[in-house]
């Protein structure tokens, strides 16, 4: 199986910073990956997939770069709606996998 | 407007079944793979399993091998999950969902709580 090792695990910053999201694969995926936010009490929601691509109707300040193993997500000047836990989860083989969630929190 | 209703979960006892359905509306279901992801509450999100458009070919978690079984029904937009042999492990949200980018889909999940 793909082990996707996210970091960190929780973070806490303040309205109009920059934050990254990290996550590592266990093997060369390519770009098989996908970003999902979810927010308490609600399923989760597509931001990015093939690593890069912003899903439809997605605000432009959310980003994601990477390839191969390496990856990383981000928020360009994060707001307080964007509290949430976000995921990586590749697609490149089956068994499907997520990185363990980074928690969001405003300072 | 996209609906992925899931229905049949519940508490059951060790070693019990449930089945899971997942009623969906608004998009063409046939056309595409489906899926279910578990998730415990509190904690991460866990795949389970998956089936193709036309239902010939299917995919599962080590954890849910030869204990689950997806199927679907096309006719009706349903999506299933049948759980036989539950453990306490096998406890959570049960999450159905249309993983596929510009169709990505997920229901409200429903809740399986497998104890004694």
């Known amino acids: 199986d793909i082990q996707m090792t996210q970091s960190p695990s929780s973070l806490s910053a303040s309205v109009g910073d920059r934050i990254t999201i990290t996550c590592q694969a266990s093997?060369?995926?390519?770009?098989?990956l996908d970003w999902y936010q979810q927010k308490p009490g609600k399923a989760p929601r597509l931001l990015i997939y093939?690593?890069?691509t912003l899903e439809t109707g997605v605000p432009s300040r959310f980003s994601g770069i990477g390839s191969g193993t390496d990856f990383t997500f981000i928020i360009n000047s994060l707001q307080s709606e964007d509290i949430a836990t976000y995921y990586c989860?590749?697609?490149?083989?089956?068994?499907?996998?997520f990185g363990g969630g980074t928690k969001v929190e405003i300072k | 407007e996209v609906h992925l209703v899931e229905s049949g979960g519940g508490l059951i006892q060790p070693g019990g079944s449930l089945r899971l359905s997942c009623a969906a509306s608004?998009?063409?279901?046939?056309?595409?793979?489906m899926h279910w992801v578990r998730q415990v509450p509190g904690k991460g999100l866990v795949w389970v399993s998956r089936?193709?458009?036309?239902?010939?070919?299917?995919n599962y978690a080590d954890s849910v091998k030869g204990r689950f079984t997806i199927s679907r029904d096309n006719g009706k937009n349903t999506l299933y999950l049948q759980m036989n042999s539950l453990r306490a492990e096998d406890t959570g949200v049960y999450f159905c969902?249309?993983?596929?980018?510009?169709?990505?889909?997920w229901g409200q999940g429903t809740l399986v709580t497998v104890s004694s």
């Open positions: 093997q060369d995926i390519s770009k098989s």
């Open positions: 969902a249309n993983l596929q980018w510009r169709a990505n889909y």
């Open positions: 093939d690593a890069s």
């Open positions: 989860q590749q697609y490149n083989d089956v068994p499907l996998t």
């Open positions: 608004g998009f063409t279901f046939s056309s595409y793979w």
């Open positions: 089936i193709n458009s036309d239902a010939s070919r299917t």
